[in-house]
């Protein structure tokens, strides 16, 4: 039936009697104009940033036809974001795929940090977040915290809301495989100094029938189950900014999400053996409240003030049966909660074209409301276990520095620097420093380089410290650090940008789980800091627009490793490219295909350091999207994994054959607009 429908569609976009503007068309010039938010307090464009950043809006998402966060995330240069066990993702940058990559991305939220202090990560529910309430998505890879503190330490991911627009209100509907679903609305208000923006959707991607192999203990053969890896998620957002002079303005936001996720990865050989066997999965749900306030204030030309505070509440059941596992014997419900909140106090300066600095404050404080773990065994006995984590809380307070100086009033000839920095006074860690440097020099007005140094450092989470009830806690463990040294090339003209990156970075005191030589109280394991990494790697950007055809690349070469015993991360992928080429046939009607290629050497990451045998895994994909843009209609199909290629990505402990992909499927889309 649907392949029907999608005949009917293709039939249907070769008949268009409408003329605008391409909404998907982005041009050189208007790249280049992109403001980009996470890498300063001022607004910048892709090249005066100082960060190695990559920047995705509504409309680049929409013609590749991904359907969540995570899903976006991989089509990033050296970037990998898999399903872990029982949560929708992890984030790997630049290499170093291990256990630790559950912590180490900031992920902010128009600005508000929304890690979680328990594991360190906002991944859990990231693809909770729905695309239809976002205007952009930035990803940073590498250091962050001369802005963004300690859970910034490989990189961030900034998730930007709907800007406001005119009034007016748009529909979206999809259909597809695998019982895919989506209803979304979003509606704007401009009137006099008001503005307004409500989204609300709900998404489900059903039943996708992973099939995944495990080793079969009683037959001693391999054998394969199948996970729904199902997703259903609800947001909501309101958006509200008052302009009450033309030097002042007050704004308001308001999320939130709820993620209900079936049959995810399960723990698979995290216990030392295929445990799960047909049932490796996992049930996650979770539910975010997020509020912030702010104002901003021009005092004159050169010096705005701006104000903003924020609270937010994760509540999260991660629930795992157990109870056909002989030496376990029980199903086990993990609840948790916690609550965030913060200040932000930044004033920018503007002295002369050629220097402009801010100096801000921030503080944030999180508190762990609930840490409680359920046993449930075959005759509906219940315990209840306290874990060590409740009521665990934490501040820090923040100075901060972001400037640049430029040694000529001829700003597109002259060369200049741009300088953060960041102090945390962190309580049960003292003062911690994360600096950044850049030196750009342009070679003439198309090309131009960078000489880019970072640091950034990541304090222990609650769960390192204070551990679980099969981890030992450890008050001593310390805080990791990651500096970052790159090289930057970047060439620009009318219908071309292309960048070039060389980068080395050193990852001292990593905190990794170590099984012990002797149990402490019966925990067989605890958090140390266990080894010293480093990582080097090549990452090249590009962007053609050439007659009828726009094509965007990204390739990156990583190697990661561990400098004491000279292991690399194999399961992160040492060649990681993404290619997209799109064609217009008309001014409305446009196709898209996306071509991904990943090879690592390894399935997955050793359990226990048992060593990993040698291999050679190519991920290949090819994803197809084709749509047409009326004035008030816009309909669009994709299909995806066009050849129903087996795929899958790195995964944790020994999981055989990794984490398994997605077969074909296809959906179509229908947007109205009122």
Same mark, same amino acid.
């Given at each position: 039936?649907l392949?029907?429908w999608?005949?009917c569609?293709?039939?249907?976009t070769t008949?268009?009697?409408?003329?605008?503007d391409?909404i998907?068309?982005?041009?050189i010039?208007?790249?280049l104009?992109?403001?980009v938010?996470?890498?300063?307090?001022f607004k910048?464009?892709?090249?005066?940033?100082?960060?190695?950043?990559s920047v995705?809006?509504?409309h680049?998402?929409q013609?590749?036809?991904v359907?969540n966060?995570?899903?976006?995330?991989?089509?990033?240069?050296?970037?990998?974001?898999?399903?872990?066990?029982?949560?929708?993702?992890?984030?790997?940058v630049r290499?170093?795929?291990?256990?630790?990559?559950d912590?180490?991305?900031?992920?902010l939220?128009?600005?508000?940090?929304i890690?979680?202090?328990?594991?360190?990560?906002?991944?859990?529910?990231i693809?909770?977040?729905?695309l239809?309430?976002?205007?952009?998505?930035?990803?940073?890879?590498g250091?962050g915290?001369a802005?963004h503190?300690?859970?910034?330490f490989h990189g961030?991911?900034?998730?930007?809301t709907?800007?406001?627009?005119?009034?007016?209100? *748009?529909?979206t509907? +999809?259909i597809? !495989?695998?019982?895919?679903?989506?209803?979304s &609305?979003? $509606?704007?208000?401009? %009137?006099?100094n008001?503005?307004?923006?409500?989204?609300?959707?709900?998404r489900?991607?059903?039943?996708?029938n992973?099939r995944?192999p495990?080793?079969?203990?009683?037959?001693?053969?391999?054998?394969?189950?199948a996970?729904?890896?199902?997703l259903?998620?609800?947001n909501?957002?309101?958006?509200?900014?008052?302009?009450?002079?033309?030097?002042?303005?007050?704004?308001?936001?308001?999320? *939130?999400?709820d993620? +209900?996720?079936? !049959?995810?990865?399960?723990?698979?050989?995290? &216990?030392? $053996?295929?445990?799960? %066997?047909?049932?490796?999965?996992?049930d996650?749900?979770?539910?975010?409240?997020l509020?912030?306030?702010g104002?901003?204030?021009?005092?004159?030309?050169q010096n705005?003030?701006?104000?903003?505070g924020?609270?937010?509440?994760?509540?999260?059941?991660?629930?795992?049966d157990?109870?056909?596992?002989?030496?376990?014997?029980?199903?086990?419900h993990g609840?948790?909660?916690?609550?965030?909140?913060?200040l932000?106090?930044v004033?920018?300066?503007?002295?002369?074209?050629?220097?402009?600095?801010?100096l801000g404050?921030e503080?944030?404080a999180a508190k762990?409301d609930?840490?409680?773990?359920?046993?449930i065994?075959?005759?509906?006995?219940?315990?209840?276990?306290r874990?060590?984590?409740?009521?665990?809380s934490?501040d820090v307070?923040?100075l901060?520095?972001d400037?640049?100086?430029?040694f000529?009033?001829?700003?597109?000839?002259?060369?200049?620097i741009?300088?953060?920095?960041?102090?945390d006074e962190?309580?049960?860690?003292?003062?911690q420093?994360s600096?950044?440097?850049?030196f750009?020099?342009?070679?003439n007005?198309?090309?131009?380089?960078?000489?880019?140094?970072?640091?950034?450092?990541?304090?222990p989470?609650?769960y390192?410290?204070?551990?679980?009830?099969?981890?030992a806690?450890?008050?001593?463990?310390?805080p990791?650090?990651?500096t970052?040294?790159?090289?930057?090339?970047?060439?620009?003209?009318?219908?071309?940008?292309?960048?070039l990156?060389?980068?080395?970075?050193?990852w001292?005191n990593?905190?990794?789980?170590?099984?012990?030589?002797?149990?402490?109280?019966?925990?067989?394991f605890?958090?140390?800091?266990?080894?010293?990494?480093?990582?080097?790697?090549l990452?090249?950007?590009?962007?053609?627009?050439?007659q009828?055809?726009?094509i965007e690349?990204n390739a990156?070469?990583?190697?990661?490793?561990?400098?004491?015993t000279?292991?690399e991360?194999?399961?992160f992928?040492?060649?990681?490219?993404?290619?997209?080429?799109g064609y217009?046939f008309?001014p409305?009607?446009?196709?898209?295909?996306?071509?991904?290629?990943q090879?690592?050497?390894?399935?997955?990451?050793?359990?226990?350091?048992?060593?990993?045998?040698?291999?050679?895994?190519?991920?290949?994909?090819?994803?197809?999207m084709?749509?047409w843009?009326?004035?008030?209609?816009?309909?669009?199909a994709?299909?995806?994994?066009?050849?129903?290629?087996?795929?899958t990505?790195?995964?944790?402990f020994?999981r055989?054959a990794?984490?398994?992909?997605?077969?074909?499927n296809?959906?179509?889309?229908a947007?109205?607009?009122?």
């Open positions: 039936m392949a029907r999608l005949s569609f293709f039939i249907f008949f268009n009697a409408w003329s605008i391409d998907y068309a982005l041009s010039e208007q790249l104009d992109v403001s938010t996470s890498t300063s307090f910048q464009s892709y090249t005066e940033s100082a960060s190695s950043v995705r809006q509504q680049q998402w013609q590749m036809g359907r966060v995570g899903e976006l995330l991989n089509t990033l240069p050296a970037t990998v974001a898999p399903q872990a066990h029982g949560k929708s993702r992890v984030v790997a290499g170093y795929f291990n256990y630790s990559i912590s180490g991305v900031a992920t939220i128009d600005g508000v940090p890690n979680v202090q328990r594991f360190g990560t906002g991944m859990q529910a693809d909770g977040f729905d239809t309430t976002l205007e952009s998505v930035e990803m940073i890879r250091p915290s802005l503190g300690p859970d910034a961030v991911v900034a998730l930007n709907l800007a406001h627009g005119d009034t007016g209100a *748009s529909v509907f +999809d597809g !495989q695998e019982d895919y679903s989506l209803m &609305l979003n $509606a704007h208000m401009s %009137q006099g008001h503005q307004l923006t409500l989204a609300a959707s709900e489900v991607i059903g039943d996708q992973l995944y495990y080793f079969d203990t009683d037959s001693q053969q391999l054998a394969f189950s996970r729904r890896n199902q259903d998620n609800h909501l957002l309101l958006k509200y900014t008052y302009q009450y002079s033309s030097n002042t303005s007050i704004n308001g936001l308001a999320y *939130s999400l993620l +209900d996720a079936q !049959q995810l990865q399960g723990l698979g050989r995290q &216990l030392g $053996a295929d445990t799960m %066997q047909d049932k490796d999965w996992s996650y749900s979770a539910q975010l409240d509020v912030r306030l104002l901003n204030h021009y005092v004159n030309a705005e003030i701006s104000f903003s924020y609270y937010w509440q994760y509540h999260d059941v991660e629930k795992m157990f109870r056909d596992i002989d030496f376990i014997g029980y199903a086990t609840y948790r909660q916690e609550h965030n909140w913060g932000q106090l004033n920018r300066y503007t002295p002369s074209n050629q220097h402009k600095v801010a404050y503080y944030h762990n609930l840490s409680d773990g359920h046993r065994f075959p005759n509906d006995q219940l315990v209840i276990n874990l060590a984590q409740h009521g665990v934490n307070h923040s901060i520095v400037g640049s100086w430029f000529s009033a001829r700003l597109n000839q002259a060369s200049h741009a300088y953060s920095a960041r102090v962190i309580s049960g860690f003292g003062t420093l600096p950044r440097l850049g750009f020099q342009p070679l007005t198309n090309h131009l380089v960078k000489v880019l140094f970072s640091r950034s450092y990541r304090k989470t609650s390192e410290i204070y551990g679980s009830g099969s981890v806690e450890n008050s001593q463990v310390k990791e650090q990651l970052n040294l790159e090289l930057v090339w970047q060439m620009t003209d009318t219908n071309h940008l292309t960048s990156s060389v980068f080395r970075n050193r001292t990593s905190i990794r789980g170590v099984r012990l030589a002797q149990a402490i109280d019966g925990k067989d605890q958090f140390q800091n266990a080894t010293h990494n480093q990582a080097w790697g990452e090249l950007e590009s962007k053609v627009n050439w009828q055809f726009d690349a990156s070469y990583i190697v990661s490793k561990n400098t004491e000279n292991e991360y194999r399961a992928p040492d060649w990681l490219v993404n290619l997209g080429l217009y008309n409305q009607w446009r196709s898209h295909v996306l071509l991904r290629y090879h690592r050497n390894t399935d997955s990451t050793p359990a226990f350091a048992n060593p990993q045998p040698e291999q050679n895994i190519d991920f290949i994909r090819v994803d197809l084709t749509g843009v009326g004035e008030k209609v816009e309909v669009s994709a299909i995806r994994n066009v050849f129903n290629r087996t795929n990505m790195p995964a944790y020994d055989l990794g984490s398994p992909g997605n077969r074909r296809v959906s179509l889309s947007k109205f607009k009122f």
